[in-house]
């Protein structure tokens, strides 16, 4: 009788610490090559994003933390879509399977997929001389030809937001030190910030809302400016904003009181994964009390008009703020 063939380090890393979080049927335990993900009659929506080390987290960022983030962005883009959680799979490449690492990663990585029911199906390991990555593709499911795209605004839309802006852009901040680490002194809000930028709180409770409400929708990632801008460009208008109506925390707000950062910083940092989009103007009032109901507040920041300009940001004197940059780009 022929021995069993001796896991290997890979395989043995994937129970360990992996096989626990696959808890849906098609993911066959990960035992297979692929999953099965079980038609429903919804469409089936894909988004796919990958955190890199240095880049969307820090080298000393808690594990935990680094899990919870790879998982939410996906989840955040979901949402935008007014899709709501299926599964998931993971790419992930590390330096050495270190068991400090993995446990509280894969611990907080199950915790979410439970949350969000969203579920682990499959993925890979691979090992990397370089900085970690973590790539997440997430699916999720619309009723047939729901899907929210960027493309739908309209001119006299309102431009609407969930949230508040800025705040994980200020986190980075604060853990790179400088000026906003020296000014952010009270200790509270301080963590509030951090954990805005550690750990996104994806607005999965707005995706039906979102499917039901909105003409165009896409989630804030790159920066509030930029993002409206591909929103806007693929849509086929522009936007006028108004800044003051722009929604900041108390902590974001007091930062740029005492002059520590412009709201420039706020609104082009990026990973603030709110949702952003556009609501017919007799629709406005019911779309902000289905957002109440599921507990998200949403801000009316302007308006959507024709035309094909960059988006307009105008100040409390009625003066267009020129933006040296609009978003975050990786290159």
């Not at 469409?43 to 820090?58: K, M, N, P, S």
């Not at 960022?61 to 935008?80: E, F, I, Q």
């Not at 619309?142 to 994980?168: I, L, N, Q, W, Y």
């Amino acid at each position: 009788m022929a021995s069993a063939k001796p896991a290997s380090g890979e395989d043995a890393l994937i129970a360990r610490y992996f096989r626990p979080l696959a808890t849906d049927p098609g993911a066959f335990h990960l035992d297979d090559d692929a999953a099965a993900l079980k038609p429903d009659g919804n469409d089936v929506v894909v988004t796919v994003d990958a955190i890199v080390e240095g880049v969307h987290f820090l080298p000393d960022d808690p594990p935990d933390t680094v899990a919870r983030k790879a998982l939410r962005v996906n989840l955040s883009d979901l949402a935008a879509k007014g899709a709501t959680p299926a599964g998931f799979v993971l790419a992930l490449a590390l330096r050495s399977p270190d068991d400090a690492w993995l446990k509280p990663f894969a611990a907080a990585l199950g915790e979410d997929a439970a949350q969000f029911g969203c579920p682990l199906l499959g993925g890979d390991t691979v090992s990397t001389p370089g900085p970690m990555m973590i790539s997440v593709t997430a699916f999720g499911r619309v009723p047939p030809g729901k899907m929210v795209h960027r493309s739908g605004a309209k001119a006299g839309e309102r431009v609407m937001v969930t949230g508040t802006v800025g705040d994980a852009a200020l986190g980075l901040a604060i853990l790179r030190g400088g000026k906003v680490h020296a000014a952010a002194s009270d200790k509270a809000a301080r963590e509030t910030l951090i954990g805005r930028y550690r750990v996104p709180q994806p607005r999965v409770a707005m995706a039906e809302i979102v499917r039901d409400y909105a003409s165009a929708a896409m989630d804030l990632s790159d920066g509030l400016a930029g993002d409206l801008a591909k929103l806007c460009g693929v849509s086929g208008v522009s936007a006028v904003i108004d800044l003051e109506s722009i929604p900041l925390s108390d902590a974001a707000r007091d930062l740029v009181s005492r002059g520590v950062v412009g709201q420039e910083t706020l609104i082009a940092g990026g990973d603030d994964y709110e949702i952003l989009c556009t609501i017919a103007e007799d629709r406005v009032e019911a779309f902000v009390q289905a957002a109440r109901r599921a507990g998200i507040t949403v801000s009316s920041i302007g308006t959507v008009v024709a035309g094909g300009a960059v988006p307009k940001f105008i100040d409390g004197q009625g003066r267009e703020i020129v933006l040296e940059r609009l978003s975050y780009s990786h290159f």
